[in-house]
């Protein structure tokens, strides 16, 4: 299939049947690519209801690339609160960083230099060079898989499929609107080429789409089966001292929730810790919490059992640089999802 066979229709197609989304520009107007960034990296592994809000509270606080470069990291995972995947939120800011060291505060507009920024993998740096500067790339996301992998009938389950997707891509730049056309084909996923159920009969490429004319539209991409889940366990402590204040302590910056503040727990391990109170911020009397926490990552479950104390003397606790924190200031803090359940179910159980 020819470039043009396919995006003519589709951007018809998109013309009427675009959305109105907070990070996409009137038609006819130019995008900022820094909200072409911001918005990318928000809605990968995330839905557009749940980017939304978020978007528009991200733009309020970081308004450009220079604001969010001078931001401590802190105060950029803050932000991020809740759309989990944090690793997107530290290279978001590494980026940042590294565009106003290197190219003075502008994104660049061509895919290498973009891809060479920390933070910018090749979806992120293709999506900003078509969306923001109409360079003629595809980026591949997971509704653009799902659209080639049909309309080619690409059989490969996935991920091993994603090389033969690509090479579809690379064949097909747009040469009209690039911008528009990437959008056209993620809009088309979203809206018609569904997941499950894609509604052929309504799509601008029923006539050129190979899976339509098999009746196997459904049955694509094909994908490997996800091995299960590792399960780990481990058991938290939740410390007052007098006043009132709660012990936090910070995660290491690489790795899993790198950076946030959490509770002070156990390591994680594959059986339930036999003797916690030996991993304990504290020597006090600690009591156990009715019911445990369950949270589930993209490649593990982890069930938490939780501790409450109360300490007297708050220099007496194991944990370097230790952050105390009254209960009702607690929303200051870079808290990710699991610390707040683990929160909610002491002052729920607790
Ligand atoms: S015809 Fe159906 S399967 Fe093919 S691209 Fe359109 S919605 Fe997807």
Known sequence: MKSAELFAPLLAWYDEAR????????????????????????????????????????????????TLAAAPLDDVLHAWQGLGYYRRARGLHAAARATVERHGGTLPADVASLEALPGIGPYTAAAVAAIAHDVPVLAVDANVERVLARLFAVTTPLPRGRGELRRIARELPPAERPGDAVQALMELGALICRPAKPACLACPLRARCAAHAAGVADQLPRRTPKAARAARFATAFHLTRPDGAVLFRRRPADGLLGGLVELPSTPWLEVAPRDPE?????????????????????????????????????????????????????????????????????????
């Open 19 to 66: 959305r109105a989304l907070p990070w996409r520009a009137p038609p006819g107007e130019r995008v900022d690519p820094y909200h072409v960034l911001v918005s990318e990296v928000m809605l990968q592994q995330t839905t557009v209801a749940t980017v939304r809000p978020r978007y528009a509270e991200f733009l309020a606080r970081f308004p450009d690339l220079a």
């Open 278 to 350: 030996a991993e304990a911020p504290a020597a006090t009397a600690w009591r156990r919490v009715p019911g445990t926490v369950r949270h589930v990552f993209t490649h593990l479950t982890l069930e938490l059992e939780l501790r409450t104390g109360r300490i007297d003397d708050p220099r007496r606790v194991g944990v370097e640089e230790p952050i105390w924190c009254p209960p009702g200031s607690f929303d200051s803090l870079a808290l990710p999802t699991l610390t707040r359940k683990l929160l909610a179910h002491v002052a729920r159980v607790g």
